[in-house]
């Protein structure tokens, strides 16, 4: 069974950062893409950013420059650092993974992240 865990989130003033990680397992394919995804109060999910197994990243406009994504490939695992955060970065963050070529699709629990002005 695939898991995905994630830790990181919390509460910070307004300027601070903050370091999400997933860990995911129990996949018999590869992780491909894995990314992160927020869902802010009253509002779609929508992606955060994204980042292939060869390490090409997808980056949200509102959100380029100030957030990174990485990943180890050996231990399935995706950080997004976050840093000069806003009022408006206020949501709870999903983890995503997908295998088998993009077949399944995986989600974490999420974490809630809430910025203070």
């Known amino acids: 069974q695939v898991q995905l865990v994630e830790s990181g989130g919390g509460l910070v003033q307004a300027g601070g950062s903050l370091r999400l990680s997933c860990a995911a397992s129990?996949?018999?394919?590869?992780?491909?893409?894995m990314g992160w995804y927020r869902q802010g109060p009253g509002k779609q999910r929508d992606l955060v950013a994204t980042?292939?197994?060869?390490?090409?990243?997808n980056v949200a406009d509102s959100v380029r420059g100030r957030f990174t994504i990485s990943r180890d490939n050996a231990k399935n695992t995706v950080v997004l650092q976050m840093n000069s955060l806003k009022p408006e970065d206020t949501a709870v963050y999903y983890c995503?993974?997908?295998?088998?070529?993009?077949?399944?699709?995986?989600w974490g629990q999420g974490t809630q992240v809430t910025v203070s002005s």
């Open positions: 980042i292939s197994s060869g390490g090409n990243t």
């Open positions: 995503n993974a997908q295998a088998g070529g993009g077949r399944y699709s995986y």
């Open positions: 129990g996949s018999i394919f590869r992780f491909n893409a």
